[in-house]
Nanobody
Framework: QVQLVESGGGLVQAGGSLRLSCAAS????????MGWFRQAPGKEREFVAA????????YYADSVKGRFTISRDNAKNTVYLQMNSLKPEDTAVYYC?????????????????WGQGTQVTVSS
């Protein structure tokens, strides 16, 4: 079992930045590819970004490429999502996820574990 706890969400103006953190506990963190998803009101949950267990490979949804950066610190059992140039359409609940498969497939195969989510609201 892996427990995931997100933090860092909040209210920010358009063009601003936020950094989300996801602290993992339980089984060996470094054995998992990690990712971020989001769900806006009335919409399906969607893939945002993923990172391989080593941190050497990252993947992004087209909607966030060039604005968001995913990273991880295996010594701290934590994965981050740096979000810059935020837009009102980025408003959503952001979820951290862990998978035993690969980061590359995280957008198409359901992760093994989910966090409880953190709200990000971007005002115009």
């Amino acid at each position: 079992q892996v427990q995931l706890v997100e933090s860092g969400g909040g209210l920010v103006q358009a063009g601003g930045s936020l950094r989300l953190s996801c602290a993992a506990s339980g089984r060996t963190f470094s054995g998992y590819a990690m990712g971020w998803f989001r769900q806006a009101p009335g919409k399906e949950r969607e893939f945002v970004a993923a990172i391989s267990w080593s941190g050497g490979n990252t993947y992004y949804a087209d909607s966030v490429k060039g604005r968001f950066t995913i990273s991880r610190d295996n010594a701290k059992n934590t994965v981050y999502l740096q979000m810059n140039s935020l837009k009102p359409e980025d408003t959503a609940v952001y979820y951290c996820a862990a998978t035993l498969t690969t980061a590359q497939t995280m957008g198409v195969r359901p992760p093994n574990y989910w966090g409880q989510g953190t709200q990000v609201t971007v005002s115009s």
